[in-house]
């Protein structure tokens, strides 16, 4: 997600490469940073936060939820209080970043995998400290990931960590599903997957398009005694809906988890 950002930002020309500092702990991947953007790189958190050109720079925490006490620690000595802190870690609360680093400017967000072609969709709040102006920074860096969506406080980011985060597991899981139908039914898997990535991406731009209800879209294509009627009954009894309702609490529930962990 850390390289989506570098990317999105670099393509869109919001900052220069010279701007961006990162750290990796693998060398291999530090080089392959260096040359596929031409940034500065450190095995360092640290040293990529002391290198930042200016009290202004945006610092972005990138990392998995369980390293976050020791990234923050490593780093809390060289984040300036002006600095704002951007979080994309599941789970990891605004006041847990403030208080470790003793900043009061930080900002909470969410995307998804999507972000790294610039489809993705972020849910983020942030801090009261966190002035207009660097609201506005904040949608200018999140708008190179794809559409972003401010939300009124930490119990939402939560939510759209389970709704669209952890979304595309969910799609990517009834992708794979359907592939393997379209090969039992006795598509090659490559003639199966076109069909179902097409029949996908132009239901989802057809829903945006049309601003109809899931509910009547699928009555528009559902006629009495048809294909789509015997499939959705199977659906229906199969609980296809509690199922996905049940996972995307569960998904919700882990990450209240993690937040709640120090």
């Not at 470790?100 to 995998?113: E, G, H, S, Y």
Request: with cysteine; charged share 20%.
């Amino acid at each position: 997600m850390a390289e989506s950002i570098v990317a999105g930002l670099l393509r869109q020309e919001l900052v220069d490469a010279s701007q961006v500092s990162a750290s990796h702990p693998r060398r291999n991947r530090r080089e392959e940073l260096e040359s596929k953007y031409q940034i500065q790189t450190f095995e360092s958190n640290a040293e990529a936060v002391r290198a930042l050109p200016d009290e202004d720079a945006l610092v972005v925490l990138c990392v998995k939820p369980q390293r976050i006490g020791g990234v923050l620690e490593e780093i809390k000595d060289f984040v300036k209080p002006t600095q704002m802190i951007v979080s994309i870690i599941a789970g990891a609360t605004i006041e847990t970043i403030s208080d470790a680093l003793t900043n009061q400017f930080v900002v909470r967000t969410m995307p998804n995998t999507p972000s790294q072609i610039g489809a993705g969709m972020t849910a983020w709040t942030c801090s009261k400290a966190v002035s207009d102006v660097q609201r506005a920074q904040v949608k200018t860096l999140l708008t190179a990931l794809g559409k972003e969506l401010y939300v009124e406080n930490e119990h939402q980011i939560d939510m759209a960590t389970a709704l669209s985060a952890t979304g595309p597991t969910y799609i990517f899981m009834m992708m794979e599903a359907m592939t393997d139908a379209g090969v039992h039914l006795g598509f090659s898997r490559e003639v199966s997957k076109e069909l179902v990535q097409q029949t996908m991406l132009g239901s989802t731009l057809f829903a945006i398009e049309s601003h109809k209800h899931p509910a009547e879209l699928r009555n528009m294509v559902t006629s009495p005694g048809g294909t789509s009627a015997e499939a959705i009954y199977q659906m229906e009894k199969g609980s296809l809906r509690t199922v996905l309702s049940k996972a995307i609490y569960a998904a919700y529930k882990r990450a209240v988890e993690l937040g709640k962990r120090k």
